[in-house]
């Protein structure tokens, strides 16, 4: 129910916008009435031409200068109101996802979130999102939502192919943990040494053929 709430106002801004080459063709069909009287003396065709030509200006002002800006940055707010719905709506498919009677906690809403949706969570759909609300989970490190973007996508496909048990001897496992420290460490240096210490996948790693 809530991915269904945003879309109508989304393509209601959109509406907007496409309003402005509207009032620019309603702007000169005044010039085209004035035309159509053109056998009509200087003193009244002067000031016919001199009206539409302050439509015209005034459709194209109204258009350019406050329509459009409005309806773009209408559209913006929506958008971030979007992607604030949808994580919202993931978090409530996995608290229906928990058994029936146990007792909802944070750990088990976390653990109950797909990784491809902490992974997408910082994709380029989730811009507005990370600039107002995401980036202050890594306080960190001055990083950008892309180079975050790409080490979690690069963790999430090495976690699926362990996950169906495909083959990692052309995958760079090393790799693979450094972006895993790198991503706690911008979260909490102290979760960083903490997961350092207490691996072994590099030694593991260091193993294959």
Known sequence: MLGMVVPPAVEGAALGAADVPGAVVAAVLGVIKTMASIDQPPEI????????????FLGVLLAYGIVSPMAGRL?????????????????????????????????????GVSFSFWAGLFGRRYEELWR?????????????????????????????????????????????????LAIAGWIDPAAQEWLARRTNALAIAQQMP
């Open 75 to 111: 559209k913006q707010v929506l958008a971030h109101d979007e992607q604030i719905f949808h994580a919202v709506k993931q978090v409530i498919v996995a608290i229906e996802r928990l058994e029936k009677g146990k007792l909802v906690t944070r750990g088990r809403v976390v653990a």
């Open 132 to 180: 107002h609300r995401l980036r202050a989970a890594f306080p960190h490190e001055a990083l950008t939502r892309k180079d975050l973007s790409a080490r979690m996508r690069r963790v999430q496909r090495f976690r699926n192919r362990v996950a169906h048990h495909d083959s990692l001897l052309d995958q760079d496992a090393p790799g693979r943990l450094e972006d895993v």
């Open 45 to 56: 065709l002067g000031k016919m031409i001199g009206g539409a030509l302050v439509g015209t």
